[in-house]
């Protein structure tokens, strides 16, 4: 992004160059096993993160070519507020649940630019 156009957006507070991180986990599924994980993460995962300081959003996606992959993605203010919902309690009792619904995963980091 050049220089002048992010000197632009702050001088005129148009937007905040640190909108936060989102983490993208892709979850190959086990067979049979999508629409159980669709009700943990909607009625179980999604409402404990929604608890933790600095959490903005999470959102479920299924992939178009294989619809056992399914991809969470998840805001947080920083990297810190990712990290606490990982280290959380909430996180650790929803984790084996979690691990008997998928066979592996892909993680990928992003920060949020605009």
Do not use: C
């Not at 160059?17 to 989102?22: L, N, R």
């Not at 179980?44 to 993605?73: C, H, R, T, W």
């Not at 619904?101 to 980091?109: A, F, I, N, Q, R």
């Amino acid at each position: 992004m050049p220089d002048s156009f992010v000197k632009k957006f702050k001088k005129e507070g148009l937007a905040e160059m640190d909108k936060g991180i989102e983490r993208h986990v892709t979850f190959h599924v086990l067979p049979g096993k999508t629409g159980e994980f669709e009700d943990f993460f909607s009625n179980e995962y999604q409402p404990a993160m929604a608890q933790m300081s600095g959490f903005i959003k999470a959102e479920l996606l299924k992939d178009n070519e294989n619809p056992q992959d399914l991809q969470m993605v998840l805001r947080f203010e920083s990297e810190e507020a990712a990290a606490g919902w990982r280290a959380s309690e909430q996180h650790a009792a929803l984790k084996p649940k979690l691990k008997s619904l998928y066979d592996g995963s892909e993680l990928k980091v992003y920060q949020v630019i605009v």
